[in-house]
T-cell receptor, first 116, second 113 residues
C-alpha cells in the first residue's frame, strides 16, 4: 500500500465553523506533512511531524491546529477560518526523519477547502 | 537561501511531440537533492525522480528523461512522444541538508490530440 489517503475530498465551511481534515498512511512512514496549495501556485509547507512530534511549524496562524494521534494518522483542525484560507490542503509522508535531505515525499490527493 | 525557477508557465504541444521542461535552481549547499513531481487534475503530487548533487548522470525512464547539469544549475525534464495523459502541472523541487523541500512555480503542460 503506497497511498496517502485524505478525507474529505471537498469541504465547504463557514467562518464560524469547526472542521477537521484527516490523513492516513500505512507505509510505516515516520514523517508526515501538511501543505497548502493555492490555485496555480506551488505547495507551501505548513507543518511537519517527525515521530509523532511537531518538528516544523511554518508560522501558520493558530486557526490551523495540527494533531498526530499516532504514526499513521495526521489531522488538521480548522476553526474560524477566513475566505483567503480557501485552498487545496495536501498531506504527505516520508519514510524517516523529516530533515533527511533525500526523503521522497508521498502525497495524498488533497482536500479542496472553500471558506465562505 | 534556496530557490527553484521554472520559467515556463505553460506549454502546449500536440501529441507525439517532444517537450522539455526547464528547471534552474540556486543553493549554497554542497549536498542537495533535486526532484520532479507531476500533479494531474486529480490533485495528488506524483513523484517522478530524485537526483543527488553528486550524481550528474542523465537518466531515462521510458519516455521520460532528465538532464542534470551542475555547471549551469539546471535539471531539465524531457518527455518524448508526448501523450494526452501527460497533461498535468510539473513541479521541480530542491532540498538541501536540514532544509524543507522548495518547489518551483510549476509548469502547466497541455498535450492536445
Amino acid at each position: 500500500d503506497t497511498e496517502v489517503t485524505q478525507t474529505p475530498k471537498h469541504l465547504v465551511m463557514g467562518m464560524t465553523n469547526k472542521k477537521s481534515l484527516k490523513c492516513e498512511q500505512h507505509m510505516g512512514h515516520r514523517a508526515m506533512y501538511w501543505y497548502k496549495q493555492k490555485a496555480k501556485k506551488p505547495p507551501e509547507l505548513m507543518f511537519v511531524y517527525s515521530y509523532e512530534k511537531l518538528s516544523i511549524n511554518e508560522s501558520v496562524p493558530s486557526r490551523f491546529s495540527p494533531e498526530c494521534p499516532n504514526s499513521s494518522l495526521l489531522n488538521l483542525h480548522l476553526h474560524a477560518l477566513q475566505p483567503e484560507d480557501s485552498a487545496l490542503y495536501l498531506c504527505a509522508s516520508s519514510q524517516e526523519a523529516a530533515k533527511a535531505t533525500n526523503e521522497k515525499l508521498f502525497f495524498g490527493s488533497g482536500t479542496q477547502l472553500s471558506v465562505l | 537561501a534556496q530557490k527553484v525557477t521554472q520559467a515556463q508557465t505553460e506549454i502546449s504541444v500536440v501529441e507525439k511531440e517532444d517537450v522539455t521542461l526547464d528547471c534552474v535552481y540556486e543553493t549554497r549547499d554542497t549536498t542537495y537533492y533535486l526532484f520532479w513531481y507531476k500533479q494531474p487534475p486529480s490533485g495528488e503530487l506524483v513523484f517522478l525522480i530524485r537526483r543527488n548533487s553528486f550524481d550528474e548522470q542523465n537518466e531515462i525512464s521510458g519516455r521520460y528523461s532528465w538532464n542534470f547539469q551542475k555547471s549551469t544549475s539546471s535539471f531539465n525534464f524531457t518527455i518524448t512522444a508526448s501523450q494526452v495523459v501527460d497533461s498535468a502541472v510539473y513541479f521541480c523541487a530542491l532540498r538541501g541538508y536540514g532544509n524543507k523541500l522548495v518547489f518551483g512555480a510549476g509548469t502547466i503542460l497541455r498535450v492536445k490530440s
